[in-house]
C-alpha cells in the first residue's frame, strides 16, 4: 500500500520544515509507504528552495513548481494528476490540518464501504467573527440551491481512494471548485470533526474579499439558481406591471380622472431598470464561466519539478 500526500504551498518556507517532521513522525504508525508531493504555488519567497532541498535528502519527496500563482485549486487538481499512491490526502502546510488525524482515517478507510474519509472543523475558534458569519451563510444558500451537498466547516483535508481520485480526475472543468467537486463524484464519505487549530508559521493568504469572490465561484459554478431568480424576477415584475395597468385603466374610466404623479413613474422606471441590471449581471457572471471554460486554457504551468520515479 501506498499512500501520497498532496501539499499545496504558497509562501510557505517557514511552515515546510515543521510539516515534514510532523508527518515524518506520525508515519511510523501508519503500515503504508509515503510519498510527497508538494506543489509550489508561485511562491516568492525561499519554499523552492526548501523545496530542492528535502527532495534531495529524501527520496519519497517530489515537488512541482508553477511558473506563477495560479491558486489552490490548480495546486491540487497538479497533486491529484501526479499522485500515484493507492491512497491520496491532501494537506494544507500550516498543520491547521492535524497530521495524527492520518491514523483514524487510515483505520476508517479499511472498511471497504468507505470511500473517502474527510476532515471539518467543530468549531471555527481563531476566525474573525465576521468570516464565519459569511462561511455559515455561503453553506446554508449553497445547500438549498446547489447540485452538491457541502458540510459547512469540512476541510479540504481528507483520505481518498484510488478509485475516487481518478473520478475527481474525469472531472476535467477548468473552474474548479475541489468542494464541490469532492461531493459531486459521490462515493461514500464519512467526516470526522476536530477542533480549529491556529497556523504554525506564516500567515493566510485568503482575504476577505478573496474568500467572498471564492464562494460567489461556488455558487456559480454548482448551482443555476441564480438564473432561475432572474428569470423569476423578471415575471414578478412583468405580472405587477399587468395588475397596475388594470387598475389604471379601470380607475380612469370609473372616476375619469388622468393618473396624477410622475414619481411612480420614476419608481417604476428604476424598479424595473435595476432588475434588469441584476439580471444581465447574474447572466453575464454565466457567460463569463463559459468563456473561460472554452478558452481550455491549462489550470497551471509547470516551471520545475522533481524528476524522479515516483512509485
Ligand atoms: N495555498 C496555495 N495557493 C494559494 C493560496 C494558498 O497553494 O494561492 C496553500 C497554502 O500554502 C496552504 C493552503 O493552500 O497550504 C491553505 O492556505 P491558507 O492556510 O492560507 O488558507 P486558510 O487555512 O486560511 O483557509
Ligand atoms: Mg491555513
Known amino acids: 500500500m501506498n499512500l501520497s500526500v498532496i501539499v499545496p504551498c504558497f509562501n510557505e518556507e517557514d511552515a515546510i520544515p515543521i510539516f515534514f517532521d510532523e508527518v515524518e513522525n506520525i508515519k511510523e504508525q501508519l503500515p503504508v509507504s509515503v510519498d510527497y508531493i508538494f506543489i ?11 523545496l530542492q532541498q528535502l527532495s534531495k535528502e529524501n527520496s519519497h519527496v517530489h515537488y512541482c513548481s508553477f511558473s506563477r500563482n495560479f491558486g489552490k485549486e490548480a ?17 494544507d502546510v500550516d498543520l491547521q490540518d492535524p497530521p495524527e488525524l492520518l491514523i483514524e482515517m487510515y483505520e476508517k478507510i479499511q472498511d471497504k464501504n468507505i470511500d473517502c474519509v474527510a476532515t471539518r472543523r467543530s468549531t471555527r475558534t481563531g476566525e474573525p467573527k465576521i468570516r464565519s458569519f459569511f462561511a455559515r451563510m455561503f453553506y446554508k444558500i449553497i445547500n438549498r440551491i446547489g447540485h452538491a451537498e457541502m458540510i459547512d466547516g469540512a476541510r479540504d483535508f481528507r483520505l481518498m481512494t484510488r478509485q475516487m481520485v481518478d473520478a475527481i480526475l474525469e472531472v476535467t472543468e477548468y473552474n474548479r471548485f475541489s468542494k464541490g467537486i469532492f461531493s459531486w463524484v459521490g462515493f461514500n464519505t464519512i467526516y470526522i470533526s476536530y477542533e480549529n487549530r491556529e497556523r504554525v508559521a506564516g500567515e493566510t493568504s485568503w482575504s476577505f474579499w478573496k474568500l467572498f469572490s471564492y464562494s460567489i465561484d461556488g455558487l456559480v459554478n454548482f448551482s443555476e439558481a441564480p438564473l432561475n431568480f432572474a428569470s423569476v424576477l423578471g415575471a414578478v415584475s412583468f405580472i405587477s406591471s399587468l395588475v397596475a395597468f388594470l387598475f389604471i385603466i379601470i380607475r380612469t374610466l370609473v372616476f375619469g380622472d388622468p393618473t396624477s404623479g410622475w414619481p411612480s413613474l420614476v419608481a417604476i422606471i428604476l424598479a424595473v431598470g435595476g432588475i434588469q441590471l441584476l439580471s444581465i449581471g447574474i447572466i453575464g457572471k454565466y457567460i463569463a464561466k463559459i468563456f473561460l471554460e472554452t478558452k481550455r486554457r491549462p489550470n497551471f504551468i509547470i516551471r520545475e519539478e522533481s524528476n524522479k520515479k515516483s512509485s
Open 40 to 50: 509550489n504555488d508561485g511562491s516568492t519567497d525561499n519554499t523552492l528552495t526548501v
Open 75 to 91: 495546486a491540487l487538481y497538479a497533486g491529484l494528476l501526479k499522485a500515484k499512491g493507492d491512497l491520496v490526502t491532501v494537506m
